[in-house]
């Protein structure tokens, strides 16, 4: 399979719209992102395009045909995998916001998501495997006693050394708790592994020395459920006392999942100690703590899995709408019966028109709670121990925000890449186009990390009363006071009225919820969760593209008529206007549906979905 | 061994060039730019020097403050220090040279590699002057044996080879038909052509360093160079748009057009 062509595209005039919507000049500069600036911000971005362009972009279609192939026990990657590996490293692109202390370069979450952004959005299957290796390597760093972060961290974040996660066993999905891997303590301190692990992305690969596994195991006698499981560090070839690999550590690769998208990423079954010779290193000191160090990656992971939505939906947006541009058929829609007019491009047809749009208007807005979230981030270690109240503030909304970025970032990604196809009609549908591949490799956003339902049950059943419901209380006030502040604005003062009703359509779903959990009509909880994360989501893209219009208008007005950064602050004000008037009032339309107390699917007897037996 | 590179600022080819209405040049208003593609070469290549040989690589642009941008992207690939002759307007090729050669006699390089010309005006004569101003050996088109996935391109071997006695350099150059070898004194002028390497990526470390690089800024007159053009350009205009294409009945009828009418044959 021979290595193809770049068809990654990004909008970097959005990307850096965005860091600006959010402050990033006002965080940059000041305590532990003082080496950065504007400027650093736009030359690392810069260069990340062109490296997602040149680099990971032509793999990206051979790496699905190719997919992985599981050859004597090992993974083989598809063909320029390992070259883009050195290239990634070399180029240090992946430790852009890792801690000095770890050879990184301390940048600001905001900055770090876009970068994300790139290399996910030109390759997301590539891209998983340094990002695991890297959220794991953090895990590590934060939650590793002094010795696992000094002999691993380091050689896992230069990519000398890969990264797992593995949480997942064949009865444990989304029940993790009910994992049966097993950990008995030895003599020496370490632990005896053993059980499967499946669904493991990068659980093999060929592109490192070895592969340092975060293996969530139960230790003998330890409660049922998550409370009784324990994180340990399992390689894959045992590490000598002097970091050299060693022997292999009775990890082995039972197969290689046949998917649907993400082909080049290779998801493993690992079997662990089948010959009683697996050991590994507990993370920390203290049994038990399994899941609470595993949330450290895990939220990470989860806005990283929204990131990788809006990156395929970005593309996926711009190559359609070039598409657009490019293909002739029929007529003006004012003349569609006469055959004498022109034959037009089909961006000249509303309902084209009306699907590009909606894929603009939602990717920005994505990007836009993406950039928020990670601001929100920045803004914490910024006043931790200065300031507890604000910290607390910015934690809480970075806690409030996870499942909606991973929720509707993924969603929306897959139903937007589907719309794609729609814009190209039968080309769409054919490998020679790119937007087939990326509506495959999006399904898998809205599974992995936590299902949709599971992030919306995190939302409404913790997220919405955490700290008796503050931080919820909080983002609904920074809502009105946007709406206060701007309502009389001449041209978009309407659509940010909607944002009141809204509003307060969501929180009557929530005092709803409340009441329903306390109650009889308990099913009415998880029946209408996924909707009040959908509601909750697209009154924060409302907000926050309105935001985003008000800003580029007034940077709109400060240019002289004719200036080529014009139609950029226009598109920045359609999308809001879009979005307000399409999108909005869906939030009270959903209310109305939830508020009708419809139990139906779980009144309907088993026997009633079907008549086929089994 | 110290080497002096040039990094010119140029439109970036990806972003859409219009021409104005009156002639006088391209609209500059949404560009992007770039640091000229074979000047890139030319830093990759004293980069891979000076790391073979040890030494520093200067680097010298010429323009508005607008070309701290390539300044900086070279400085974020790995050069030692950077020189801004600061000028507002148009130069011709020759007081380019002459504003070289001055800032070759202020920092004394070893070797001045630059590229064989720049992307924009295509000229391809600024190295042959420099070398020319002064006296020194002149390579121009420098390319290599090796292919660009070769493994000495993928450990960043030099293409440019310093001889035994390291006084002098060993030049692929690139020529109608094949390679050529030479074999120049030092110092001397290079030119580079595209296959000589390819360029690395400015690195995440090496973009945070070049922040505290130093630019030294000079001026032309500080130079005490007379800029004033002696060519100029008075009319710029975009190339014809082809024509739509037209169907010919049968092959007999497309011989009879190719003949007559295109006088292909
Ligand atoms: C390509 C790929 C890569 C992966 N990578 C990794 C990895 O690197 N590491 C790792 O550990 N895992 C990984 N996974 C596993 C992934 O996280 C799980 O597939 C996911 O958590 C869902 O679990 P499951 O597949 O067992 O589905 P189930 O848990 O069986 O879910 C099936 C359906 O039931 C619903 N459901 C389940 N439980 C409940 C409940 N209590 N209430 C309501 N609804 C419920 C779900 O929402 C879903 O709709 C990967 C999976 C894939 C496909």
Redesign the interface.
């Known amino acids: 399979m021979s290595v193809g062509i770049n068809r990654y595209q990004a909008d970097l005039k959005d990307l850096s719209f965005v860091l600006e919507q959010f402050g990033f000049s006002g965080i940059a500069g000041q305590g532990p992102f003082a080496g950065w600036g504007p400027d650093e911000a736009q030359a690392v971005l810069k260069e990340t395009y062109r490296f997602a362009r040149e680099v990971l972009g032509p793999l990206n279609a051979s790496g699905d045909r190719e997919g992985c192939k599981l050859v004597d026990g090992q993974v083989v990657t598809p063909k320029g995998f390992k070259d883009a590996w050195t290239k990634l490293y070399e180029a240090g692109f992946k430790s852009v916001s890792v801690s000095p202390d770890h050879g990184g370069q301390g940048a600001p979450q905001m900055l770090y998501v876009l970068v994300e952004e790139l290399l996910s959005g030109a390759n997301p299957a590539f891209n998983m495997y340094p990002g695991l290796s890297w959220g794991a390597a953090e895990l590590i760093a934060e939650c590793g006693t002094e010795a696992q972060r000094k002999r691993y961290t380091e050689k896992m974040l230069n990519g000398t050394w890969g990264g797992t996660m593995c949480l997942t066993e064949p009865h444990a999905g989304s029940d993790v708790g009910s994992a049966k891997s097993k950990a008995i303590k030895q003599a020496d301190g370490t632990y005896a592994i053993s059980g499967t692990k499946i669904f493991i992305s990068g659980g093999d690969h060929d592109l490192a020395k070895n592969i340092i596994h975060l293996v969530l195991a139960r230790v003998e006698n330890a409660p049922a459920g998550t409370k009784g499981l324990s994180l340990f560090i399992v390689p894959k070839l045992k590490v000598n006392a002097d970091g050299s690999e060693g022997a292999p550590n009775d990890v082995s690769v039972a197969s290689i999942e046949h998917k649907m998208g993400i082909n080049g990423s290779a998801t493993c079954v690992l079997n662990f100690g089948e010959n009683g010779n697996c050991r590994g290193e507990l993370v920390g000191t203290v049994e038990n703590l399994g899941m609470s160090h595993m949330f450290k990656m895990m939220n990470g992971a989860r806005i990283a899995v929204g990131l990788q939505g809006l990156a395929t939906a970005s593309t996926a947006y711009l190559n359609a709408l070039s598409y657009a541009k490019d293909r002739k058929q029929g007529a003006n829609f004012k003349f569609f019966k006469d055959p004498s007019k022109p034959r037009v491009a089909i961006l000249e047809h509303p309902d084209v028109r009306r699907m590009l749009l909606e894929m603009k208007a939602v990717v920005e807005g994505t990007r836009a709670l993406v950039v928020k979230l990670a601001a929100h981030r920045d803004q914490v270690l910024l006043y931790q121990g200065k300031d507890d109240e604000k910290a607390a503030y910015h934690q809480g909304q970075v806690d409030l925000l996870t499942p909606l970025v991973k929720a509707y970032g993924s969603e929306e990604s897959f139903r937007l890449c589907a719309q794609a196809i729609q814009v190209y009609g039968g080309a769409g549908f054919l490998k020679d186009w790119p937007v087939e591949q990326y509506t495959r490799d999006a399904k898998i956003y809205s599974i992995y990390e936590g299902t949709t339902h599971i992030q919306s049950m995190d939302l409404v059943g913790r997220k919405l009363g955490q700290n008796g419901g503050a931080n919820f209380q909080a983002f609904m006030s920074d809502v009105s006071a946007f709406v206060e502040k701007h309502r009389a604005h001449p041209t978009l003062g309407k659509a940010i009225e909607s944002l009141g009703t809204a509003s307060e359509a969501l929180m009557q779903v929530a005092m709803a919820m409340l009441g329903w959990s306390q109650s009889d009509k308990v099913a009415l909880v998880p029946l209408n969760a996924n909707r009040t994360l959908m509601m909750f989501s697209q009154l924060a893209v409302g907000w926050l593209l309105l935001d985003a219009a008000v800003k580029a208008g007034e940077k709109a007005a400060a240019l002289p008529k004719g200036h080529a950064d014009l139609p950029f602050y226009e598109g920045k004000q359609a999308s809001a206007l879009w979005y307000a008037r399409n999108v909005v009032p869906q939030v009270e339309s959903a209310s109305k549906l939830a508020l009708a107390e419809d139990e139906s699917p779980v009144q309907i007897s088993d026997a009633a979905f079907a008549s086929v037996d089994a | 061994m110290k080497i002096l590179v040039t990094a010119k600022r140029v439109e970036d080819p990806e972003s859409k060039i219009k021409v104005k209405p009156d002639g006088s040049g391209i609209?500059p208003?949404?560009l992007k730019y770039k640091i000229n593609p074979f000047d890139e070469i030319a830093v990759e290549e004293a980069l891979r020097l000076s790391a073979a040989h040890t030494g520093d690589v200067v680097v010298v642009s010429i323009g508005t403050k607008d070309v701290h941008e390539q300044l900086?992207?070279a400085l974020?690939m790995g050069a030692t220090k950077a020189v801004w002759v600061n000028h507002t307007g148009a130069l011709d090729q020759l007081a380019i040279a002459r504003l070289l050669q001055k800032v070759v006699e202020k920092e004394k390089p070893d070797l001045v590699i630059l590229g064989k010309q720049s992307i924009d005006d295509d000229q391809n004569q600024v190295g042959q002057y420099l070398a020319e101003f002064l006296g020194w050996s002149q390579a121009t088109f420098a390319s290599k044996v090796e292919a660009l996935d070769s493994d000495a391109e993928k450990n960043k071997q030099p293409g440019l080879k310093l001889t035994a006695d390291k006084k002098g350099l060993t030049v692929v150059r690139e020529v109608d038909g094949g390679l050529s070898t030479l074999e120049c004194s030092l110092p001397a002028v290079v030119t580079t052509d595209l296959r000589l390497n390819q360029p690395?990526?400015?690195?995440?470390?090496?973009?945070?360093k070049?922040?505290s690089k130093p630019i030294e800024e000079l001026t032309p007159a500080a130079l005490a160079v007379d800029v004033a053009p002696k060519l100029t350009v008075t009319k710029l205009s975009s190339p014809p748009a082809r024509k739509a294409g037209i169907k010919v009945a049968d092959v007999p009828a497309l011989v009879e057009k190719l003949k007559n009418e295109a006088k292909a044959f």
């Open positions: 609209v208003e949404g900086r992207h974020a690395r990526y400015a690195s995440l470390p090496g973009i945070m070049a922040k």
